[in-house]
């Protein structure tokens, strides 16, 4: 079983357009997170959930936005898609926010925008 | 400079050596020390964290964090061709809604 999964792998769509990253654990945990990985594999936080209450919402442009439906799912909308946003997109989860040390990532998003 | 160090590498070493990989940083209320190991394609996994100061084992695996030098170790023994990788480390305040803040990540490379 897969504890924390995002759809899709990989996605190539084109400059300007809209897309979203689904993310879902099935660890039971409280917390989850999104990261932006450039292709010099600096690992960046973008948003952080807890309970479905944002907690972390990092300098990231407002054409990203997070949503979380509920504890055990949490999804990433992109608009106006720019080259610069190209890179790997990791969903990650926590027991809670205290052990956020402790952090189960997902396998990634690999987004090119040509 | 950025908050949290480390030298990308690669670094590259015969099966059976010594591996020493550091970080260092600059916020000293930094609390919990993580090494994350990242294989190529996949999400990074958690290998390790120490709260504080102090040395840490698991198997082949040390973590070493020295908060009055600001700068955090992990040594593996007997290095394997499987250990080839990228290890991240990374750090937290551990306050309500603190992210961890992770270093650039050192590619490693065992050959056999």
């Known amino acids: 079983d897969t504890a924390v999964s995002q759809t899709p792998k990989y996605l190539v769509t084109q400059m300007g357009n809209d897309k979203s990253i689904k993310c879902e654990q099935n660890?039971?945990?409280?917390?989850m997170y999104w990261y932006k990985q450039d292709s010099k594999k600096f690992l960046k936080i973008m948003f952080s959930?807890?309970?479905?209450?944002?907690?972390i919402n990092e300098t990231v442009p407002n054409r990203f936005s997070p949503k979380s439906p509920d504890k055990a799912h949490l999804n990433l909308h992109i608009n106006s898609l720019e080259l610069g946003d190209s890179a790997v997109y990791f969903c990650?989860?926590?027991?809670?926010?205290?052990?956020?040390?402790?952090?189960?990532f997902g396998p990634g998003t690999r987004l090119t925008v040509t | 400079q950025k908050e949290v160090e480390q030298d990308p590498g690669p670094l590259s070493v015969p099966e059976g050596a010594i591996v020493s990989l550091n970080c260092t940083y600059s916020?000293?209320?930094?609390?919990?020390f993580m090494w994350y190991r990242q294989y190529s394609r996949k999400g990074p996994e958690l290998l390790m964290y120490?709260?504080?100061?102090g040395n840490k084992e698991d198997g082949r695996f040390t973590a070493q964090v020295d908060k009055s030098s600001k700068y955090i170790s992990l040594f593996i023994r007997d290095s394997q061709p499987s250990d080839s990788a990228t290890y991240l480390c990374?750090?937290?305040?551990?306050?309500?809604?603190?992210?961890?803040?992770f270093g650039a990540g050192t590619i490693l490379r065992v050959k056999s």
């Open positions: 990374a750090m937290t305040l551990m306050e309500y809604g603190n992210k961890l803040v």
């Open positions: 660890l039971g945990h409280d917390t």
């Open positions: 959930y807890n309970n479905k209450e944002l907690i």
């Open positions: 990650a989860s926590s027991h809670g926010v205290s052990s956020s040390y402790e952090q189960y």
């Open positions: 120490t709260y504080s100061s």
């Open positions: 916020n000293s209320a930094f609390q919990y």
